[in-house]
């Protein structure tokens, strides 16, 4: 994964053909959390482009190590099970397990949730569409809109995006951010952070520090599959939370497009 640069019209990022995937399938399964939280009635499946889970199994252009990664990166949304070690490139061992559903969209998607379902989606619905906050900006975010504008909005930014990272526009294949959609770009990808912050249980400077250094430590030679499930999604936290912040980062100094 690289970070942004300014391009003529915007900024872009080259990435690999599992970190496209990757990322489009997070962001398929937010909608899915999104799409939970819609008044009762039809619901959309996944976006067009969007490869249903399926059988784990290298992708072109995609090491032994990064197939590992993907399937650790599906995770049920029950206690975690197999799991891998998630981390761009490489070579690596463990468990030969399938590519699952996080949210159990699969299972459910254009249908109402089962009950259980519901239930084990209920503090991920909170952590996109808070009720209130006492962070004054998320504050008037939500109290300048009903929950349900708030949920479209955040849906029809999360498919734009997730349209870009199916399809890249940039040049050979580079994801492209266009000005005057920087803000989709870093609301969608800051969605995929509050979900696997949520994931994490971070709800501190300290729980965010103590889940980077999980990210970056050496897996020891035996550890546990509840374990191996957090190292996973704590190098995705690290990863999104990178590649948000490199975007963020041209911004900040001007770095508009050329």
């Known amino acids: 994964m690289r970070g942004f640069k300014a391009v003529d019209g915007g900024w872009e990022s080259p990435l690999e053909d599992w970190e496209l995937e990757f990322l489009a399938d997070l962001l398929a ?24 889970p399926g ?43 399938g590519r699952r559903d996080w949210t159990g969209s699969a299972d ?22 808070p009720d209130a906050s006492e962070d004054p900006d998320v504050a008037v975010e939500v109290a300048a809109m009903t ?9 029809e930014r999360a498919r734009r995006v997730m349209a870009e990272l199916i399809e890249p ?12 959609t920087e803000q989709d770009w870093l609301g969608a990808l800051n969605d995929l952070r509050l979900v696997l912050a949520q994931r994490l249980g971070i709800d501190s400077a300290e729980a965010a520090e103590d889940v980077h250094a999980i990210a970056r430590e050496e897996p020891p030679p035996h550890e546990s599959d509840e374990f191996r499930w957090r190292r996973g999604v ?25």
């Open 29 to 52: 399964q937010v909608l899915v959390i999104l799409d939970s939280a819609a008044p009762p009635g039809p619901r959309p499946g996944r976006p067009a482009g969007a490869a249903p």
């Open 234 to 258: 704590a190098l995705s936290y690290d990863m999104l939370t990178w590649w948000q912040e490199s975007l963020l980062r041209v911004l900040l100094r001007g770095q508009g497009p050329a």
């Open 108 to 129: 459910w998607a254009g249908s109402a949730a089962p009950p259980a379902a519901s239930a084990a989606l209920a503090p991920l619905i909170e952590a996109l569409l």
């Open 169 to 180: 526009t940039g040049a050979r294949g580079a994801v492209r951010v266009s000005a005057g």
């Open 147 to 155: 929950r349900g504008r708030l949920r479209a909005l955040k849906s």
């Open 55 to 97: 059988p784990g199994g290298p992708r072109a252009a995609e090491s032994a190590r990064d197939a590992e990664i993907l399937a650790a990166l599906d995770f049920d949304i029950e206690e975690p099970g197999d799991a891998g070690e998630p981390g761009p490139g490489g070579a690596g061992t463990g468990p030969d397990v």
